[in-house]
């Protein structure tokens, strides 16, 4: 885990507020009222979002699935991060199986010399958490919810 820094809750609403701006609208790609059906939230609701009001998580991501990865990205670039489309069901095998030998080929350089010392192990840690990253969606059992 890296430290960041603290997005302000200003900062957070400016990037939902122009975001939304850019795609909602009159003349934009989705009106208020089409993006209140598709969402279930009140079309006033939706407005106030554009005019510094912050939506509830809930509201954030309906609007995040309703808007797309575009959407999404354009809010979390505050991050750092992005968004893309993806599919519970359908884990992400290639990146897996590209990151799985890159990690590999760490540890094979890291042991040659019989020891493993902080720098290497400090080299293949970003690497090992992206890994765990990506294997989350293969280990995934939507079946095992609920059981102990």
């Known amino acids: 885990m890296r430290n960041g820094t603290l997005i302000s809750q ?3 609403a400016r990037r939902i507020e122009d975001a939304l701006r850019l795609r909602v609208g009159r003349g934009r790609r989705f009106s208020f009222p089409a993006l209140s059906d598709a969402t279930g939230i009140p079309t006033r609701t939706l407005e106030s979002y ?3 009001a912050t939506p509830q998580l ?12 575009s959407f999404t ?6 991050c750092g991060q992005m ?15 590209a990151s799985l030998g890159e ?4 540890i094979s ?14 080299q293949m840690r970003p690497l090992a958490a992206r890994l765990i ?3 989350e969606p293969l280990a995934y059992d939507p079946a095992a919810r609920g059981r102990p």
């Open 10 to 12: 200003e900062d957070a």
């Open 50 to 52: 554009v005019q510094g």
């Open 58 to 69: 809930n509201a954030l991501l309906s609007i995040c699935s309703v808007l797309g990865p």
């Open 73 to 78: 990205s354009d809010i979390l670039a505050a």
């Open 83 to 97: 968004a893309h489309e993806a599919s519970p069901g359908e884990p992400e095998h290639l990146r897996v199986a």
């Open 103 to 106: 990690l590999v080929m760490q």
């Open 109 to 122: 350089e890291a042991v040659a010399d019989g020891y493993v010392d902080h720098r290497e192990a400090a």
């Open 133 to 135: 990253e990506l294997l």
